[in-house]
């Protein structure tokens, strides 16, 4: 849980952090965002938050997450068409290949 507020965050934010998991949120967050890496694979964050409707700072939070969990992994850079910025594109993890992959 520590990783979701800064150790130079105010209290609370730690506060906030503890009730998104002891709720249950981030672990249906992370369930929701991972559905669709499944469902939209190489999409960037704006793009998967656009075809889903959810929101677009969740996905992009929880992404990282399920990167660390193995769940999905960072792809290739590229110009998002809504954003026109380049970032990155996610794409699931296939069952079975929840190795460390780098781009």
Known sequence: MSHLARSTDISGSHEA?????????HAAQKDR????VKRYPGMTSMQLARATGLDRHMVARRLPDLMKEGRAFRGA?????????TVCTWWPVAQGDNYTLAV
């Open 17 to 25: 952090a503890a009730l998104l998991v002891r709720s249950g949120r």
């Open 33 to 36: 965002t991972e559905a669709a």
């Open 77 to 85: 850079k590229t110009v998002c068409p809504l954003s026109n910025i």
